[in-house]
């Protein structure tokens, strides 16, 4: 089945401790980016990358980093997270046209 | 910068009702624009694509039509079930944007059965 699978689907962590967000698509597809969810602000992307070792910053790259080192793989990492990075996480990937979203990851930073 | 506004923000319609979702965008130089459907806490699930050089695309009871000279596309949903609740977000994708995806808040749907 075609989809992008994001882990962990929750997380709970403290300030300041890193952490990783996988998501990985078997669509072989060479977009792919990131995105937050929060309420009253919607879906702003926070990285994207075109295509292997081709990354770029969104609308909200402030905090987090991603790497690209194979087609099908594209982590997020919060290397210190804060509690305004608590929010629902989104990956997704696209061909081109259209886009296909992974299931979320909630995370809490207390 | 692209705006994409979705009206109304929430709807509560009895089942069987026909209904119509907007969502209008302010930059005419469209490339396409993408219909998704969530479910609360749950992801994105497509639900159709339209290319700037289409007029409309259609799944089962879905019918979504784009009007690039208005920067206007509508959600037509068909005989709505109380499944159908859910949220419903557009997404626009721009010439000048990349491959950004530019997302209205969203409306709301409930169907009462």
């Known amino acids: 089945e075609a989809q992008v699978t994001q882990n962990p689907r929750y997380l709970i962590t403290v300030t300041g401790k890193k952490l990783t967000v996988t998501c990985s698509q078997n669509m072989n597809h060479e977009y792919m980016s990131w995105y937050r969810q929060d309420p009253g602000l919607g879906l702003r992307q926070i990285y994207y990358?075109?295509?292997?070792?081709?990354?770029d910053k969104g609308d909200v790259p402030e905090g987090y980093k991603v790497s690209r080192k194979e087609k099908r793989n594209f982590p997020l990492i919060l290397e210190s997270p804060s509690p305004n990075q608590t929010s629902l996480y989104f990956c997704?990937?696209?061909?081109?046209?259209?886009?296909?979203f992974g299931s979320g990851t909630r995370l809490t930073v207390v | 910068k692209q705006e994409v506004t979705q009206i109304p923000a929430a709807l509560s319609v009895p089942e069987g009702e026909n209904l119509v979702l907007n969502c209008s965008f302010t930059?005419?130089?469209?490339?396409?624009l993408q219909w998704f459907r969530q479910d609360p806490g749950k992801g994105l699930t497509s639900l159709l694509l339209?290319?700037?050089?289409?007029r409309e695309q259609t799944s089962g009871r879905l019918n979504a039509s784009l009007d690039k000279s208005s920067g206007r596309s509508t959600l037509y949903i068909a005989a709505s079930q109380p499944g159908d609740s859910a949220t419903y977000l557009c997404a626009f994708k721009g010439e000048e944007y990349g491959n950004k995806l530019v997302f209205g808040a969203g409306t709301i749907l409930r169907v009462k059965s």
């Open positions: 997704a990937s696209s061909p081109g046209d259209g886009y296909t």
């Open positions: 990358s075109m295509n292997v070792e081709v990354t």
């Open positions: 339209i290319q700037s050089s289409q």
């Open positions: 930059d005419s130089a469209i490339y396409n």
